[in-house]
């Protein structure tokens, strides 16, 4: 059966323009909150196919989505890696040992090793396709190399990134050796997700806006497009979605490049600027501003703003970044049916 997302993705006609949320298996619904406290901890979650698969499923049925994503975590790449990931209350995830030298990179396990770890997650992806619906989509995900080697380097979330982009300038050839440890995995980890049933792949680079436009393609944007052109030349019909958020000044002067298909748009950069720049290349997807769901009559008003810009062709409604945990579910019910609704399906 033909799913309306993977077409959309592939730039194909399709009856209306779908619709999906980053973190939509989220805090925001009290089923997710449900499952998750039986869990026990985030990671337990993460680690349990069972559980994961059921929090995947959640918006689908309830909000209405084209498209589930798989539940997971983009740092259970580093954890398996050998580095010690924990979730703090209030604070995030944090590693206990930081990567410093070339000697602690030296110690992490990478390649077919690192990624044949992970087989929760691909018993979650089994699990998921033999219960959603054959016209939606699975969503795999992974995060950009970037992204990852900020945690892995700062020990936790940082608003700064002064320990990687002090390395980022004094040591470069140290942080050019861990995003290609992690590419590699990577590399590997999205394979097995495809083998194990995912319809497209999508990277997250969540914290692109912390390098300088003049340094992105160096330091993060060709890594992802080197983990594109991977997965491209073993799954040619297999959609891949870069994400990187925060970076108009990149897209602006024309440096977006890359065997992929979609390009998501976060909410800081103008839809406008994107279809100029990139729209005749790519599918663009998104780009809501995620706040924006507090409030039925402005989500309304973007939705149509959105639309009119796009006109539904070579086009995914999303938030230009995640749903927060205290939205209304009958808002983010709202943005869906809204989306439906200005493009064609209502």
Same mark, same amino acid.
């Given at each position: 059966?033909?799913?309306?997302?993977?077409?959309?993705?592939?730039?194909?006609?399709?009856?209306?323009?779908?619709?999906?949320?980053?973190?939509?298996?989220?805090?925001?619904?009290?089923?997710?909150?449900?499952?998750?406290?039986?869990?026990?901890?985030?990671?337990?979650?993460?680690?349990?196919?069972? %559980?994961?698969? !059921?929090?995947?499923?959640?918006? =689908?049925? /309830?909000?209405?989505?084209? +498209? *589930?994503?798989?539940?997971?975590?983009?740092?259970?790449?580093?954890?398996?890696?050998?580095?010690?990931?924990?979730?703090?209350?209030?604070?995030?995830?944090?590693?206990?040992?930081?990567?410093?030298?070339?000697?602690?990179?030296?110690?992490?396990?990478?390649?077919?090793?690192?990624?044949?770890?992970?087989?929760?997650?691909?018993?979650?992806?089994?699990?998921?396709?033999?219960?959603?619906?054959?016209?939606?989509?699975?969503?795999?995900?992974?995060?950009?190399?970037?992204?990852?080697?900020?945690?892995?380097?700062?020990?936790?979330?940082?608003?700064?990134?002064?320990?990687?982009?002090?390395?980022?300038?004094?040591?470069?050839?140290?942080?050019?050796?861990?995003?290609?440890?992690?590419?590699?995995?990577?590399?590997?980890?999205?394979? %097995?997700?495809? !083998?194990?049933?995912?319809?497209? =792949?999508? /990277?997250?680079?969540?914290? +692109? *806006?912390?390098?300088?436009?003049?340094?992105?393609?160096?330091?993060?944007?060709?890594?992802?497009?080197?983990?594109?052109?991977?997965?491209?030349?073993?799954?040619?019909?297999?959609?891949?979605?870069?994400?990187?958020?925060?970076?108009?000044?990149?897209?602006?002067?024309?440096?977006?490049?890359?065997?992929?298909?979609?390009?998501?748009?976060?909410?800081?950069?103008?839809?406008?600027?994107?279809?100029?720049?990139?729209?005749?290349?790519?599918?663009?997807?998104?780009?809501?501003?995620?706040?924006?769901?507090?409030?039925?009559?402005?989500?309304?008003?973007?939705?149509?703003?959105?639309?009119?810009?796009?006109?539904?062709?070579?086009?995914?409604?999303?938030?230009?970044?995640?749903?927060?945990?205290?939205?209304?579910?009958?808002?983010? %019910?709202?943005?869906?049916?809204?989306?439906?609704? =200005?493009?064609?399906?209502?």
């Amino acid at each position: 059966m033909s799913k309306i997302f993977v077409d959309a993705c592939l730039g194909k006609e399709t009856p209306y323009t779908p619709v999906w949320m980053m973190r939509q298996a989220g805090r925001y619904l009290p089923e997710y909150m449900a499952v998750r406290a039986e869990a026990g901890s985030f990671l337990d979650l993460c680690h349990d196919p069972k %559980k994961a698969c !059921e929090v995947t499923l959640q918006p =689908v049925d /309830i909000v209405g989505v084209d +498209a *589930a994503i798989l539940f997971s975590d983009i740092l259970v790449i580093p954890d398996e890696m050998g580095m010690d990931l924990s979730f703090v209350k209030g604070e995030g995830p944090k590693f206990s040992d930081p990567l410093k030298t070339q000697a602690d990179l030296d110690r992490l396990i990478g390649g077919q090793e690192a990624a044949s770890k992970l087989t929760y997650v691909y018993d979650t992806i089994k699990l998921i396709k033999e219960q959603l619906a054959e016209d939606k989509a699975l969503i795999g995900f992974t995060g950009a190399p970037w992204t990852l080697a900020t945690y892995m380097i700062e020990g936790q979330g940082t608003k700064t990134y002064n320990i990687c982009k002090k390395m980022m300038y004094s040591n470069p050839e140290l942080l050019h050796n861990i995003l290609a440890k992690v590419t590699e995995v990577v590399k590997l980890y999205m394979e %097995k997700q495809i !083998e194990a049933g995912i319809d497209v =792949v999508q /990277i997250f680079d969540s914290w +692109a *806006a912390a390098i300088e436009p003049s340094k992105y393609d160096e330091f993060s944007w060709k890594y992802m497009v080197e983990i594109a052109d991977y997965l491209k030349s073993k799954y040619p019909d297999i959609p891949i979605i870069m994400f990187p958020k925060g970076v108009p000044a990149f897209i602006e002067r024309g440096l977006v490049y890359g065997n992929f298909d979609v390009f998501g748009v976060d909410w800081g950069t103008p839809m406008a600027l994107a279809k100029e720049k990139l729209g005749d290349k790519y599918v663009l997807q998104g780009n809501m501003e995620p706040c924006r769901l507090y409030s039925k009559e402005a989500t309304t008003a973007c939705v149509e703003a959105i639309q009119e810009i796009m006109g539904g062709k070579r086009h995914i409604f999303n938030l230009g970044h995640g749903i927060l945990p205290d939205v209304p579910v009958e808002n983010a %019910k709202h943005f869906v049916s809204e989306c439906q609704r =200005v493009s064609g399906k209502k």
